[in-house]
């Protein structure tokens, strides 16, 4: 089973990484220009929780920093396609499987949470996954067409932490 796996970030300046896929794997890119940044905050004592929601918007959950901007931000948004050779075979017949996973090594804040939004290009197999700090759902067959998925999430601020935060997550996909 070929899969590919994409490394993104949310942060002033952005830590997208795409992987080349190889023949029969799906490709996921996860634009620099559609990946949130929190922008500037002021440091709190006790950790602090900001959700980034689906439609961009930016709510303080918890906690006592301050982010220095009010406005929204571009919500991060997925992006689907089928390898090099666009087998017809497995994009047409096979389901998709897709897991998100924070990565908190080295980071002073970190993804908490991801939230499923909008979806194209496809529809979710079983319906459209709960909330979860590391998702994992399936896809219904995508075809030779593009996939796209915007999600939210909720990230955490280590307290002390000031100026712009940078977060990492890692996303898998591929064919079931």
């Given at each position: 089973m070929r899969?590919?796996?994409?490394s993104?970030?949310l942060a ?5 990484l795409?992987?080349?896929?190889a023949a029969?794997?799906v ?17 709190g ?9 689906v439609d961009?918007s930016v ?6 920093a301050?982010r220095?901007?009010?406005?929204p931000?571009?919500p991060?948004?997925?992006?689907l ?5 666009n ?5 047409v ?5 897709i ?5 908190s ?12 939004g ?9 319906g459209a ?19 796209t998925?915007q ?17 990492r997550?890692t ?6």
């Amino acid at each position: 089973m070929r899969r590919s796996r994409v490394s993104g970030g949310l942060a002033a300046s952005c830590l997208c990484l795409a992987a080349v896929p190889a023949a029969g794997e799906v490709t996921v890119n996860l634009p620099a220009p559609t990946t949130p940044a929190l922008g500037e905050i002021v440091a709190g004592t006790v950790p602090t929780v900001f959700r980034i929601g689906v439609d961009g918007s930016v709510t303080r959950i918890s906690g006592d920093a301050v982010r220095l901007s009010n406005a929204p931000v571009t919500p991060p948004t997925m992006r689907l396609t089928c390898g090099l050779l666009n087998l017809a075979n497995l994009c047409v017949v096979r389901n998709i499987r897709i897991t998100m996973t924070p990565q908190s090594s080295g980071t002073v804040a970190s993804v908490t949470m991801f939230h499923i939004g909008a979806i194209s290009g496809t529809s979710f197999v079983g319906g459209a996954p709960a909330d979860a700090s590391t998702m994992n759902f399936q896809l219904t067959p995508m075809g030779l067409g593009v996939v796209t998925i915007q999600f939210g999430v909720d990230i955490t601020v280590a307290p002390g932490q000031r100026g712009a935060t940078v977060t990492r997550y890692t996303v898998n996909a591929d064919f079931v």
